[in-house]
């Protein structure tokens, strides 16, 4: 048995959610490969080989593979297919444009998002925005998985240094081709990997009362996000949302203010190990998943929250 | 050029899904059931595409039992022009469905398929990439923005980071996502009209496709509750349970 990983990064990060995966690798057991595809320098495929648990980094070096082209990067992991047991990649924008593709060139079923390894063929994974979890089993020659990176610990970047070998970088479809990103900028955590989220919900009546939200988040080293309410409003762009339309996060403190509860919410962070509810209204339903609710208005609790922190 | 919109139904968005006491699914008897919101926003994205002169017919096909007829309606009643059901009695996994769509591509012959990011009930995110590997196609996923030109069009991708733009040739297949528009409702001489419009069944057998599951399903379990905790009453006392209790700040 022997499972390959598609590294999530951007040419010169690998991104947190990759180590996740790596973790859910070992949970089913044989070598590790990590596969690092795109025009990349070194970098990625050394902090790939520092991973612990991955026996060889594989580098696949090419314009035709920047920016995760899936039209490029699926045939080249179809060619890779048959020396592996499964083929991994994290559940992130990346993975997930991808890996069904590499599924029907191989002509098999996917499982996605998967929060638990049962076993080699078997696994956990929510369906109904998180309302239920299906244990799914595949018979396929190759399983084909992506991963929720919150449902699985980060791997330790202290290995002893895998091999690192050149693959194939194959030819360009000629299908698609980047034209340009708009990546928010922040000095502060990824949301999706940081220890704690501070969110603001419609509550918070207008974008700019975010700053209050900003200022606890630069003292508690969190990061800073929204409910769908809040970004369809247009307080905060779209890479705010947590939600079961936007990103899973599963910190060890979440913080939601002025966030009535919408279910579709609490799919995007009812695994977070703590969680703290700012509301006026005591019936809001965020109120039935808070370990520590706060009945108060938010524009006099969150700058004196700010306050005790010191 | 013709826009082909793949349509599945699904357990209406507003509902509590329940798990069934045998743990073999959820409970889907007597549950309302409507399209899949995010086939909704391809449907009006194609219907925006007619409007605006960019095409000039729109299909929309749904897989599953004789009920998915009323989904085709209602795609219809939005505007679409014709339906197509493809008849399949049990639930049919996303590679299936990505090879009956294949098939109807081969016969329609559409330069866009639409198609919603994934589905509210199962979740796969699976079906649109599926359909443009088999096809060859290129692939716009996750689109919250769409200009479409000759023989080219630009996505706008909603990605982890932010956005992507993209240029992909066509024909191709772009999943939609939730940002892109708001559907419209159909209206009441609209869902009359819709009674009127063609609506083809075919079966899975004349489509020759093997749509046997490759999975199997062993449980489907509700999710651990998290019980309500304790309300503080004031911020001092937050401060104080998080720091010395919960230790997490």
Known sequence: MSVLVLADHDNGQLAGATLNTVTAASQIGGDIHVLVAGDTSGDVARAAAAVAGVAKVLIANGNSLDHGIAENVAPLIQKMASSYSHLLAPATTTGKNIMPRVAALLDVMQISDIVQVIDANTFQRPIYAGNALATVTSDEAIKIVTVRSTAFDAAAEDGSGASIEDAAVGSDAGLSSYVKSELSSSERPELTSAPIVISGGRGMQDGSNFAMLEKVADKLGAAVGASRAAVDAGFVPNDYQVGQTGKVVAPDLYVAVGISGAIQHLAGMKDSKVIVAINKDDEAPIFQVADFGLVADLFEAVPEFEKELG | ?249
């Not at chain 2, 009643?77 to 339906?83: E, I, P, S, Y």
């Not at chain 2, 869902?191 to 057998?205: G, Q, Y």
Request: charged share 25%; proline share 4%; glycine share 6%.
């Open chain 2, 1 to 249: 050029m013709k826009v082909l919109v793949p349509i599945k139904r699904v357990i209406d968005y507003n509902v509590k899904v329940r798990v069934k006491a045998d743990n073999s699914g959820v409970e889907l008897a007597n549950v309302k059931m409507a399209m899949n919101p995010f086939d909704e926003i391809a449907v009006e994205q194609a219907l925006r595409l007619k409007e605006s002169g960019g095409a000039d017919e729109i299909v929309v096909v749904s897989i599953g039992p004789s009920q998915n007829q009323e989904t085709i309606r209602t795609g219809l009643a939005m505007g679409a022009d014709r339906g197509i059901h493809i008849d399949a009695s049990h639930n049919i996994e996303p590679l299936a469905v990505a090879k009956l769509l294949k098939e109807v591509v081969a016969r329609e012959k559409p330069s866009l398929v639409f198609v919603g990011k994934q589905a509210i009930d199962d979740d796969c995110n699976q079906t649109g990439q599926m359909l443009a590997a088999l096809l060859g196609w290129a692939q716009g996923t996750f689109v919250s923005d769409i200009k479409i030109g000759h023989d080219k069009a630009i996505v706008i991708r909603e990605v982890d980071g932010g956005l992507e733009h993209l240029e992909i040739s066509m024909p191709a297949v772009v999943t939609v996502d939730l940002r892109l528009n708001e559907p419209r409702y159909a209206s009441l001489p609209n869902i009359m009209k819709a009674k009127k419009k063609p609506l083809d069944s075919i079966t899975v057998e004349e489509l020759g496709v093997d749509v046997s599951p490759r999975l199997t399903v062993v449980k489907v379990e509700e999710p651990v509750a998290r019980s309500a905790g304790i309300k503080v009453a004031d911020v001092s006392e937050l401060v104080n349970k998080l720091k010395n209790e919960a230790k997490v700040i």
